[in-house]
């Protein structure tokens, strides 16, 4: 089993509607989530990182953690074309970052 | 610009010749990573620095692949008789540890993509 998995497809949305994100993690001590944003031949941005249990907003970004279920997920509202990228998750543990795959997002105008 | 620089961006080369990249983490982070991406995955993880002192060495970096860091500020990936195999994205990052049990945020650097041909 990997480490962080995001098994979604590519995810189109229209423009202005909401884009949900998910991700599940293997290690149930894992302390720490991260989402970055990377463009196509771009390097990853961080978008946010999330520590506790329930919610956690940044804009028009939702960071959710479940950590009983071992589970992450994205919520991007009010999406916009420049929200087109594909989203990685990442788990810290002792010090290195583990990734999943990542997610493509579409915004359709 | 105070964030996270690679050197060069971009590289080619021929498969047997070696080549060396560059890191220069943001200013008050003392810890550095390298990670490699491949086409369509996320970054994997290669190696750690906290200062000059390397901590952590991933399965992936095999022996033709060192890393150093000798005065605790930027720091040097090199890849010894390249493969074609080792074509791929080669990502740097730092932090500045926070203590505890929550680990660092990491920032990322643009990235060195490498083709070998």
């Known amino acids: 089993q990997k480490e962080v998995e995001q098994n979604s497809g590519p995810l189109s949305v229209p423009e202005g509607a909401i884009a949900s994100l998910n991700c599940t993690y293997s290690?149930?001590?894992?302390?720490?989530f991260f989402w970055y944003r990377q463009y196509s031949g771009k390097s990853p941005e961080l978008i946010m990182f999330i520590y506790s249990n329930g919610d956690k907003e940044d804009g028009r970004f939702t960071a959710q953690l479940n950590k009983a279920s071992q589970y992450v997920s994205l919520l991007i509202r009010d999406s916009q074309p420049s929200d087109s990228a594909t989203y990685l998750c990442a788990v810290n543990g002792n010090n290195r970052l583990a990734f999943g795959k990542g997610n493509q997002v579409v915004v359709i105008p | 610009d105070t964030g996270v620089s690679q050197d060069p961006r971009h590289k080619i080369t021929k498969r047997g010749q070696n080549v060396t990249f560059r890191c220069d983490p943001i200013?008050?982070?003392?810890?550095l990573y390298w990670y490699r991406q491949t086409l369509g995955q996320g970054p994997e993880f290669l190696t750690y620095?906290?200062?000059?002192?390397?901590?952590?060495k991933s399965r992936l970096l095999s022996d033709r692949f060192s890393a150093e860091r000798p005065k605790g500020s930027f720091s040097t990936l090199e890849i010894q008789r390249t493969e074609q195999g080792d074509s791929a994205m080669y990502l740097c990052?730092?932090?500045?540890?926070?203590?505890?049990?929550?680990?660092?945020?990491?920032?990322f650097g643009p990235g060195t993509r490498l083709t070998v041909l």
């Open positions: 990052a730092s932090s500045y540890p926070t203590g505890g049990k929550l680990g660092d945020t990491q920032y």
């Open positions: 200013s008050e982070h003392n810890r």
């Open positions: 290690d149930r001590g894992s302390q720490s």
């Open positions: 620095f906290q200062n000059e002192a390397q901590l952590e």
